[in-house]
């Protein structure tokens, strides 16, 4: 059986948040008249959206199946980063140094062109995209600081002797102190720019700072003029600038590593491991995330402090976690924890869906038979129902938000998402959900969106999420929402207005009592349309086609498809 995809169990709503005005149905023949439409996309930028599309799917297929990011993968992946750096700023010094050479004549100027070379060539491979682990990188580390010790070295030996010639102490002294202070900057350099602990960052620079004296003592031993030029005073002056220089390397490692550490576990929340980033949006994000003891996947979503939320937006976010976590049917997504982080980023834990949306699903493979629409349905009635019960509105029912996953071994197991712009019924005086649910604002995806959510002339109620919920079933029998469009003031406008064409209409072999059931859902007036959930489940339980979808066909349907070829959307939090 073809593994399925995995998911983190969100998706963003497209959600229209405007200023709460009224739009009565006397303005829409005005407001229409006003309206600006986009200009059309043409093919060819269709072409390449969908492909970036498709290309971004499959990275974050790969990302989900990764493993588990430790510390050494954060690790590498800074050491690539500093090292790109490191070298980018030795080629423009080596490059300097080469120019000069160019015009003052300098006995190593084949050799800096080959150091040159190899620093471009180091530059350009960290910049592209080959995969690299850490050890490698710990590789490219040694060869690159290596290759500049061994031409510092060589440097120092060749112009420290040749100024001996002359026979002048002095003219020794200059070459010596510039070869002192390039070991120095170059120690430097590398206590900043590379992530050590502290053992290994003394292993690398240690030896590095004993090797200009090691020269200049073996240069002393060889040559009078060196060994007058390197006095006693000048030999312990060199030798405590490395010594303070190393010191701070080491101390300055030893500190960045330890702050990089406990960042890495701030990442952590609470008992909770992130893995990787599935999406963000305007104010959140979503991260695939695993229990640490109880290696469980999971996804968390949170809102970080300064990130564009203002207080009521986080508000709604507790709000969310709060009331999702009150339900606890089987087709309603899970939520696990939640909590805020000492810097105020606040999260919550919900189940990691194995799965694809009904919007992924109809987008890869095409409208579905209608037996497995009513399937679908059944069980999303079934999670309303108690969020009904429960004095929760969800508001923002679309394909995007519900899942057909994999639960306990049972395929097409639907699963409803996303309560962001949940409302409260029960307790309509409640202040904290007067301020969080304005009367009046428009909220939730236009394609999918009930007229009363459109004009805002009422409160929407149970009979709100039931509208939605046959767009939704519209959109799995013909591919296409009730209504199409850019411009999302055109999309409320005509779920206010205008009459749905007949999903029959649009493909063959719809059954009649199943439009029926569709076109109640989508009536213009609330009162017109089934007046709860149970009486819609009821209505679609009596289809012919109801138990046509068994158990047994879901899992025959999905062990047959390729989920690598097909679109998985992980995007960010409507949050």
């Known amino acids: 059986m073809a593994e399925e995809t995995r998911f983190a169990a969100m998706e963003p709503g497209t959600e229209l948040m405007s200023d709460p005005k009224t739009l009565k ?52 992946s800074l050491l690539r980063r500093r090292l790109r750096a490191a070298s980018l700023v030795l080629l423009i010094a080596v490059g300097l140094l080469f120019v000069r050479g160019l015009f003052v004549p300098i006995p190593f100027r084949w050799p800096l062109a080959v150091l040159l070379f190899v620093l471009l060539g180091s530059y350009l491979f960290l910049k592209s995209g080959v995969s690299l682990s850490l050890q490698q990188l710990r590789r490219v580390e040694l060869t690159l600081f290596g290759l500049i010790g061994v031409q510092l070295v060589w440097m120092q030996t060749v112009l420290i002797s040749d100024a001996s010639i002359a026979g002048d102490p002095l003219q020794v002294a200059v070459p010596m102190q510039m070869g002192i202070l390039s070991w120095f900057a170059i120690i430097l350099l590398y206590g900043m720019f590379i992530p050590n602990t502290w053992q290994r960052a003394a292993l690398m620079i240690v030896p590095p700072a004993l090797a200009p004296l090691a020269v200049i003592g073996v240069l002393c031993l060889r040559n009078p003029v060196i060994a007058a030029a390197a006095s006693a005073a000048q ?106 982080t000492d810097d105020g980023t606040f999260y919550y834990v919900m189940e990691y869906l194995h799965g694809l949306s009904l919007a992924d699903l109809i987008k890869t493979y095409g409208p579905m038979p209608p037996e497995r629409v009513v399937y679908l349905l059944l069980q999303i ?5 108690e969020a009904h019960h429960s004095g929760l509105i969800h508001r923002d029912i679309k394909p995007a938000n519900i899942f057909a996953s994999k639960q306990g071994g049972v395929y097409d197991v639907a699963k409803l998402l996303d309560f962001g712009l949940v409302k409260y019924v029960a307790h309509p005086s409640d202040e904290e959900s007067m301020q969080l649910t304005q009367v009046g604002s428009y909220s939730g995806s236009p394609m999918y969106m009930s007229p009363e959510q459109a004009t805002s002339e009422t409160d929407p109620d149970a009979r709100s999420d039931i509208y939605s919920l046959g767009a939704v079933a ?102």
């Open 25 to 76: 149905p006397s303005d829409i023949t005005d407001l229409e008249a006003t309206l600006i439409v986009p200009a059309p996309v043409p093919v060819e930028e269709q072409s390449r959206a969908q492909s970036r599309s498709s290309n971004t799917t499959r990275a974050n297929v790969a990302m989900i199946d990764a493993p588990q990011p430790r510390l050494a993968e954060v690790t590498a």
């Open 381 to 385: 009635c079934r999670a309303l129902t």
């Open 235 to 340: 030999i312990k002056e060199a030798a405590i600038l490395f010594l303070v220089g190393s010191a701070a390397s080491i101390y300055g490692t030893h500190t960045i590593n330890s702050l990089r550490t406990e960042a890495f576990k701030a990442k952590q929340f609470g008992q909770y491991r992130l893995k990787q980033l599935l999406g963000k949006g305007g104010m959140g994000e979503v991260y695939l995330a695993e229990h640490q003891l109880l290696k469980r996947p999971c996804a968390i979503k949170l809102i970080r402090p300064g990130q564009g939320a203002d207080p009521t937006a986080i508000a709604r976010f507790e709000r969310e976690v709060r009331a999702t976590a009150k339900l606890s049917h089987w087709n309603t997504v899970n939520v696990y924890d939640y909590g805020r």
């Open 474 to 575: 519209y959109f799995l029998l013909t591919g296409q929402p009730p209504f199409q469009g850019t411009n999302p003031i055109r999309l409320m406008i005509a779920h206010a207005r205008d009459e749905v064409v007949p999903a029959s209409q649009l493909v063959a072999n719809v059954p009649q009592d199943l439009e029926d059931v569709i076109l109640r859902c989508l009536a213009k007036k609330p009162i017109e349309r089934f007046k709860d959930v149970c009486d819609l489940q009821q209505a679609l339980a009596r289809c012919r086609c109801a138990d046509l979808w068994t158990e047994q066909r879901a899992a025959d349907w999905w062990s047959t498809i390729q989920l690598t070829n097909g679109v998985a959307n992980v995007a960010g939090p409507s949050a």
